[in-house]
């Protein structure tokens, strides 16, 4: 039997990545989540400004949050510009938030948001990784596996 491919979801404009979250965990699932979102953060999404680099997201009363995340405020908001560093709702099914909830309890895994984009409808989505943490020995692994593979592919080109 065929394994079965993983979900990719369709994004058209990526905001902000955390690249630094596939280095330093090993990432088990991957959800997409809508954002609760203020009109003048979603401008300043638009603009291609945000930084998710030292954010989590956390299950809290029933919801996931997503906290620490940057989203500086809009130049022309006025006074009705939002805070940059406020915790923001993160909108899923509750499936998915009790499946979350239960594998950071139970087997003590962490909440990574993977990237900010907007989908092609147009709406602000979050990848978020249920992910668990590596160990030095695990980086250095990773490391050696990521250097073999270009190493290889340098080898095929050159062999034909």
């Known amino acids: 039997m065929a394994r079965p491919k993983p979900v990719t979801f369709e994004k058209t404009k990526i905001v902000a990545e955390n690249r630094r979250a596939r280095y330093d965990y090993s990432i088990e699932t991957v959800f997409e989540a809508g954002i609760a979102l203020t009109g003048t953060e979603v401008k300043s999404l638009r603009t291609g400004q945000g930084s998710i680099v030292e954010s989590y997201a956390e299950a809290k009363d ?35 938030i009790n499946k979350m909830h239960g594998a950071v309890n139970r087997d003590g895994m962490t909440l990574i948001p993977l990237m900010i984009y907007f989908n092609s409808t147009g709406r602000a989505k979050v990848e978020l990784a249920l992910a668990k943490g590596k160990k030095a020995h695990d980086k250095r692994d990773s490391i050696k596996e990521r250097d073999w593979k270009r190493e290889q592919g340098r080898l095929m080109r050159d062999r034909g």
């Open 62 to 96: 029933g919801a996931i949050w997503l906290v620490n995340s940057n989203i500086p405020e809009f130049s022309h908001g006025n006074r009705y510009n939002h805070e940059a560093k406020r915790p923001r709702k993160l909108l899923l099914h509750a499936r998915e």
